[in-house]
């Protein structure tokens, strides 16, 4: 079980949820810390694995990638084996963005980002449906986005120690 986060914890989470370029100076200040105690507490979260890394946040169609699309797998075995094959094959396809074992009517949800339609369609045709052990999928595209991935709730887990 988790440690449980505390106040502080929530504050450094989630002002770097919002801005992981920020100084530990800058960090401390919005935080109210001081610097020596902020960055403490920052690699301590970091080695605890709370804090997995950092990373840009790209707008997919400004570099071209005008489609996003998750598809449902469901795959012909459910045998261990059969489902960590198809896990390594997916791991290796740059256009898909996430993978998720589900439960439910199928066993996998990809997100996929495509730069158009044909290209997509390549690309379901020709890669994932060639995938190991594939026995059905379906594709869903998004139309617009109305509530992207922008960090989870740090302060719904938070209890103060």
Same mark, same amino acid.
């Given at each position: ?5 505390? !106040? ?7 002002? @770097? ?5 920020? +100084? ?5 200040? #919005? ?6 105690? &902020?960055?403490?507490? $920052? ?6 694995? $709370? *804090? ?6 790209l707008n997919r169609r400004e570099i071209g990638l005008g489609v996003l699309?998750?598809?449902? $797998? ?13 896990? /390594? ?8 963005? /996430?993978?998720?074992? *589900? !439960?439910?009517? !199928?066993?996998? @949800? @990809?997100?996929?980002? +495509? #730069? ?14 060639? @995938?190991? &052990? ?11 986005? *109305? ?8 302060? !719904?887990? /938070?209890?103060?120690?």
């Open positions: 079980m988790p440690a449980p986060l505390s !106040a502080t914890d929530v504050k450094i989470l989630s002002a @770097l949820q919002g801005d992981g370029r920020l +100084s530990n100076q800058a960090l401390s200040d #919005a935080v109210g810390m001081s610097t020596s105690p &902020c960055w403490r507490r $920052v690699r301590q979260l970091e080695d605890d694995g $709370v *804090i997995q890394g950092y990373m840009a946040v699309a998750f598809i449902r $797998v469901k795959i012909d075995s459910h045998t261990e084996t059969e489902a960590e094959a198809f896990a /390594a094959e997916v791991m290796k396809l740059d256009s898909v963005v /996430a993978c998720y074992s *589900i !439960a439910g009517d !199928a066993d996998f @949800l @990809l997100q996929v980002v +495509s #730069a158009d339609l044909d290209t997509y369609s390549d690309f379901a045709m020709k890669v994932v449906r060639r @995938l190991p &052990c594939i026995k059905e999928m379906q594709t869903t595209f998004v139309l617009k986005e *109305i509530k992207p991935y922008g960090g989870v709730p740090v302060r !719904a887990t /938070a209890v103060p120690r």
